[in-house]
């Protein structure tokens, strides 16, 4: 306990007041005192005083001892004892209004005296106790108030017990989720969350232990997020209580989306990989003999059909290939500045001459948009596919508006392929009033093979070719659709600062000559095939099925041969390692490398490394005979 030893004793009589002092001071006390209220006030102001016995009547004043006690109380914390001739019970709650440390009765022996002052020390010393309790308490409760609040983690506390209502909330409640304090105070997780997520919840919080869970959670407006919630037992105002921290996880959720579809697609390409370069060398001798054969038919004979027919079939199985190749990203881009509205405009006149009349066309297309960087053939597979989907909704009645615009991105958004950066987008929209998409189906369209359309009536590559051709573009789609509402597609792709360059036709004439030729391929229908084809042509042409036979064919006369042709996939060296092998021993040797699919070179990699052309399978006699010939006529000088 505090020891306390100043008392002020407030008496109008000197001689009861010095009587009182002598007994006080006798007893260990340091004694001031004052006749009249201004005196006390003085005394109060210039000394530190622990006590006051303050005497209710003090004479002339114009104030009695209780209204000076009133005066002294609005400044000063100073327990006040009455002491007085007045036994009357009204002077006593009088008194007691004021202060309630203690009334003693004038003339009271010296030892209740003594024991009322040391009461009321005591009686102080408690009070200011808890008056330290209740600042502490304050104060903590205004740091947990503020901290609360301050967490921008939406936070939320419900009773365990029926009807399960909010006790507490932070202020990111109120700014996630729309409602007012006084709204949310009156509602329960169920009206958050749906209600057999809740219902799991209230059974797990039987446990009493600390709980870990996602949920769906929906804002005032309806809107859905995506949250983890760390929800722990505590007891809140008395009552077994939860306290929820949530976090929303909306775009974790939506990246894990974007990621499984990108897995998806990654398996698929790792599939067409796989069996691309089989089916190319398959398609590779179908068109190629088809080829030997035209040239043993008649004109306008019925083997002249079938063949044309074996050839269309090829077209459309290579065109197959690449369609598989392009939505996993392993089909090469050759990317120029483009501007998009020729293309576009090539594509609505295509369509045109395709569609039903009863399919009415608006275009909107603005002149001044900037170039992009894109292979200008597949933009144009992006657009017809989108387009015949349009048609095929819209079942050859309605309006097929297309159009063009550019667009400033101030800050990255959320599209179907994850997230598209700032920057200067052309936009390109495709909008139809058709039957529309729901949720669901929207959420499938871009994966391989998935369509709404009947069996036989669709492959269900479409949209994944679409995916996968702005996905390698650095592009994003948005899609908007309701069932009856019709289907918009907005097609984000990134300006580029380079310039539009023209393109020159050069007539292409198929000739042969006479030159040798070493053509290596491990596939022996291929090489008997070419070598027939080649030798039409007037070349020499020896053929091997073993790249390592073939490179020590190669080293032991380098210089009968005018240009090499091999495939890239092959047991023993690859077509690209032979390649390299073949120039350190002759840097002039004109190679040309072809391959029906790899995921270990490119057109860069192949030219970067001395080779002269690279050219994809399935190729036709012209076109491999028209790349035998520019390579052998380039002039090329080796320093």
Do not use: W
């Amino acid at each position: 306990m505090t020891e306390y030893k100043t008392i002020l004793i407030v008496d109008d009589e000197m001689i009861i007041a010095m009587n009182e002092a002598i007994m006080l001071e006798r007893n260990g006390y340091n004694v001031i005192t004052a006749v009249n209220a201004e005196k006390a006030l003085k005394a109060v102001g210039e000394n530190t005083v622990d006590l006051i016995l303050m005497d209710i009547d003090l004479g002339l004043e114009e104030m009695d001892g209780i209204e000076v006690a009133r005066l002294i109380l609005k400044n000063y914390n100073i327990p006040i004892v009455f002491i007085s001739s007045h036994t009357e019970r009204e002077v006593v709650e009088k008194t007691e209004k004021i202060t309630s440390y203690g009334y003693i009765i004038k003339g009271s022996v010296e030892a209740i005296q003594l024991t009322s002052i040391k009461m009321a020390f005591r009686l102080f010393e408690a009070n200011v106790r808890e008056k330290e309790k209740e600042k502490k308490l304050q104060e903590s409760l205004e740091r947990y108030q503020t901290l609360f609040d301050d967490l921008a983690d939406p936070v939320l506390i419900f009773m365990d017990e029926f009807p399960n209502t909010f006790l507490d909330c932070n202020h990111a409640v109120i700014e996630k989720y729309g409602y007012t304090r006084e709204e949310i105070l009156k509602m329960n997780p169920n009206s958050l969350q749906p209600t057999d997520s809740f219902e799991d919840m209230l059974v797990n919080i039987q446990s009493g232990k600390p709980l870990f869970y996602e949920a769906e959670h929906f804002d005032k407006n309806g809107r859905k997020y995506f949250v983890d919630i760390h929800s722990r037992p505590i007891k809140y105002k008395g009552m077994n209580s939860h306290i929820n921290i949530i976090r929303d996880i909306t775009k974790r959720k939506n990246l894990e989306k974007h990621i499984r579809q990108s897995e998806k697609m990654e398996s698929i390409g790792h599939l067409a990989g796989g069996i691309a370069h089989d089916f190319n060398n398959l398609l590779t001798v179908i068109i190629g003999y088809a080829a030997l054969s035209q040239n043993l038919t008649t004109q306008g004979s019925r083997l002249e059909k079938y063949i044309k027919h074996i050839f269309n079939t090829g077209e459309k199985a290579k065109e197959l290939v690449n369609q598989i190749l392009t939505f996993s990203r392993q089909n090469p881009d050759i990317r120029s500045a483009i501007l998009l509205k020729p293309v576009i405009d090539d594509i609505v006149q295509l369509l045109r001459a395709s569609i039903p009349s009863s399919i009415e066309f608006r275009l909107d297309l603005s002149e001044d948009t900037k170039p992009v960087l894109a292979d200008s053939t597949k933009i144009h597979e992006v657009l017809l596919n989108l387009c015949t989907n349009a048609v095929n909704a819209m079942k050859e009645i309605g309006e097929l508006e297309i159009t063009l615009r550019e667009k400033m991105i101030e800050e990255e958004f959320e599209g179907r392929i994850g997230l598209c950066k700032a920057g200067l987008y052309s936009v390109i929209s495709i909008i139809d009033d058709g039957s529309g998409m729901d949720e669901d189906v929207l959420t499938h369209i871009f994966e391989p093979f998935f369509t709404t359309m009947e069996v036989g009536k669709g492959t269900g590559l479409g949209l994944a070719v679409v995916f996968g051709i702005v996905q390698s573009h650095e592009g994003n789609i948005l899609v908007k659709s309701e069932p009856g509402k019709g289907t918009e597609f907005q097609i984000f792709l990134p300006k580029t600062d380079e310039r539009v360059l023209e393109e020159e036709e050069e007539e292409k004439i198929v000739t042969g000559g006479n030159e040798h030729i070493l053509f290596v391929d491990d596939e022996q229908d291929i090489s008997i095939m070419f070598k027939e084809i080649l030798s039409n042509l007037g070349y020499q042409v020896t053929v091997y099925s073993e790249s390592l036979k073939a490179f020590e064919s190669f080293k032991n006369g380098s210089d009968q041969f005018d240009i090499v042709i091999t495939d890239q996939t092959m047991p023993g060296l690859t077509g690209f390692e032979l390649s390299k092998k073949m120039l350190q021993l002759k840097p002039d040797i004109p190679i040309i490398l072809c391959t029906g699919f790899s995921n270990l070179i490119d057109e860069k990699k192949v030219l970067d490394a001395g080779i002269r052309k690279f050219i994809m399978k399935p190729y036709d006699m012209n076109e491999l005979a028209i790349a035998i010939r520019s390579t052998l006529d380039e002039k090329t000088i080796v320093v």
